[in-house]
T-cell receptor
Framework: GAGVSQSPSNKVTEKGKDVELRCDPISGHTALYWYRQSLGQGLEFLIYFQGNSAPDKSGLPSDRFSAERTGGSVSTLTIQRTQQEDSAVYLC?????????FGSGTQLSVL | DAKTTQPNSMESNEEEPVHLPCNHSTISGTDYIHWYRQLPSQGPEYVIHGLTSNVNNRMASLAIAEDRKSSTLILHRATLRDAAVYYCILRDVGGATNKLIFGTGTLLAVQP
């Protein structure tokens, strides 16, 4: 595909369940980022990957959040024991030379 | 991280130029100035970036002050499609990470 692809586009889950969000970056982009955006708010940085390693995890809000990237490509963001405050749009971006391309996001709703 | 300051909101009329200001008085020598915009219900979209010299592309122009403590994004002829939140961001190429920290941005309304 030509752009960053995220799946699912929408996810409704019950409090306490685990969820996995997937990001397929643009082919060849070594940098990959996860952000989240709560309703009416700005973007909150979560984690940055360079290749398969994550030199900056400083934005992960708690140890319930984890992310991995394999093969320098696909990344998954996992949220364990979801809470209602985790409800937000989770955005993935890949980039090169500082120019980021964002996906359309996953809208996560925790009931 | 060096921070940016932008007005919360601005209004423009269609077909007129728009100048979106950004202050970054603590900018360092290795900080690039990036602009992104976010249309309703979409992820952010890259607009333009620069270091010291003014930059032009098909979307906009970026005017950078000589002391680099401020910059202005210029949309030459606003259209209704330009209504969005515009983010001015500094990226430190000399740091250990290349993360972009998004502030609250400027909400641009374009009137027909």
């Amino acid at each position: 595909g030509a752009g960053v692809s995220q799946s699912p586009s929408n996810k409704v889950t019950e409090k306490g369940k685990d969820v996995e969000l997937r990001c397929d970056p643009i082919s060849g982009h070594t940098a990959l980022y996860w952000y989240r955006q709560s309703l009416g708010q700005g973007l909150e940085f979560l984690i940055y990957f360079q290749g398969n390693s994550a030199p900056d995890k400083s934005g992960l809000p708690s140890d319930r959040f984890s992310a991995e990237r394999t093969g320098g490509s696909v990344s998954t963001l996992t949220i364990q024991r979801t809470q209602q405050e985790d409800s937000a749009v989770y955005l993935c971006a890949s980039g090169v030379f500082g120019k980021l391309f964002f996906g359309s996001g996953t809208q996560l709703s925790v009931l | 991280d060096a921070k940016t300051t932008q007005p919360n909101s601005m209004e423009s009329n269609e077909e007129e130029p728009v100048h979106l200001p950004c202050n970054h008085s603590t900018i360092s020598g290795t900080d690039y100035i990036h602009w992104y915009r976010q249309l309703p219900s979409q992820g952010p979209e890259y607009v333009i970036h620069g270091l010291t010299s003014n930059v032009n592309n098909r979307m906009a122009s970026l005017a950078i002050a000589e002391d680099r403590k401020s910059s202005t994004l210029i949309l030459h002829r606003a259209t209704l499609r330009d209504a969005a939140v515009y983010y001015c961001i500094l990226r430190d190429v000399g740091g250990a990470t290349n993360k972009l920290i998004f502030g609250t941005g400027t909400l641009l309304a374009v009137q027909p």
